[in-house]
């Protein structure tokens, strides 16, 4: 803000018509000074305005060698970004390019891959007779299944019948057995009745016969004591 009143101060200064303006101007600008800072309550003198005045134009040549210098590094960023634009449409043209490229390229991928769709679906459609004409043989293959299964089930119920037959044969054949078994049991327990009596005579005919020689030898040891 003090930068902009300086430059103003300065244009008035330069514009004005004679030293009176000029003296006008420098006190209107020291009295704005006093407004702003209440310490400055002492009048200044026309020497003293003269080298506020110096100072104030020093000032103002600073601030616009400041301006040409911030020019300066305006114009060399102008520059810089001019030449960054330029590096930049050139990688948009490039990319421009790649682009194009890869949609031709795309282009030729979707017509590849029309046309291998294409022979998919006639593939899908000769499956689909294939998968047809199995169905049929399928159906055919089913029906002769079911006559076979039907065969097989009326020489299950013929096997059942054998079987029940076969079942009885085999509980009379048991029933036959058992009194066999039973039979031949009480023979065996005769037989082992009188093989149990003849054992106990023979085992009392040898162990009186031992008794007998162990008493002879203890009568003969005894006379020959």
Known sequence: MAAVDVLELYDKL??????????????QAFSLLEARYPHLDDLVTTRE????????????????AE????????????LRLVKEIESVRAE????????EKVRGELKETELRLIKEIEAVR?????????????RGELKETELRLVKEIESVRAEIEKVRGETEKVRGEIKETELRLVKEIESVRAEL?????????????????FWASQLGA????????MGKG
Request: charge should be positive; glycine fraction near 4%; proline fraction near 1%.
């Open 49 to 64: 305005l003269s080298t506020s005045e110096l100072k104030l134009i020093k000032e103002i040549e600073l601030v616009r």
């Open 122 to 134: 006639a593939e899908i459609e000769k499956v689909r007779g294939e998968t047809e004409k199995v």
């Open 189 to 205: 327990k005769v037989d082992i009745a009188r093989s149990h009596a003849g054992l106990l005579k023979w085992s009392f005919l």
């Open 14 to 27: 330069r514009l004005a018509p004679d030293e009176e303006a000029r003296a006008r101007l420098i006190a």
């Open 67 to 78: 301006t040409e210098k911030v020019r300066g590094e305006l114009k060399e960023t102008e």
């Open 92 to 99: 948009i043209e490039k990319v421009r390019g790649e682009t």
């Open 214 to 221: 162990l008493l002879l030898l203890f009568w003969r040891l």
